[in-house]
């Protein structure tokens, strides 16, 4: 019954903006630890941006600091991934995760994941 689901992922060119959404459903969200990681073709997992539970605590890699904003709206079981400035660097698979003990960007503390969404940046 879990379930994590991701959207908003595209194309765009370098400069632009996304906003990627993740819909939690099956878990008590508002006690999990939320994150994002990326995936690009031939490259390892690495943790984006995390946020805790209560909401007031947020983590970046620092590739993506000052230009990525984690949130989440508890109402709505969703989380964010507001994306500017974007690279040809950031192009990878997004994907969402919770967490139940720890938050960071170590993937070994996420219990579950969703299936991702692409985001590719030109040139």
């Known amino acids: 019954q879990v379930q994590l689901v991701e959207s908003g992922g595209g194309s765009v060119q370098a400069g632009g903006s996304l906003r990627l959404s993740c819909v939690a459903s099956?878990?008590?969200?508002?006690?999990?630890?939320m994150g994002w990681f990326r995936q690009a073709p031939g490259k390892e997992r690495e943790g984006v941006a995390a946020?805790?539970?209560?909401?007031?605590?947020?983590y970046y890699a620092d590739s993506v600091k000052g230009r990525f904003t984690i949130s989440k709206d508890n109402a709505k079981n969703t989380l964010y991934l507001q994306m500017n400035s974007l690279k040809p660097e950031d192009t990878a698979m997004y994907s969402c995760?919770?967490?139940?003990?720890?938050?960071?960007?170590?993937?070994?503390?996420?219990?579950?994941w969703g299936q991702g969404t692409q985001v590719t940046v030109s040139s």
């Open positions: 995760a919770a967490a139940a003990a720890f938050c960071g960007s170590d993937q070994r503390f996420y219990k579950y």
């Open positions: 099956g878990f008590t969200y508002n006690t999990y630890c």
């Open positions: 946020i805790v539970a209560g909401g007031g605590i947020t």
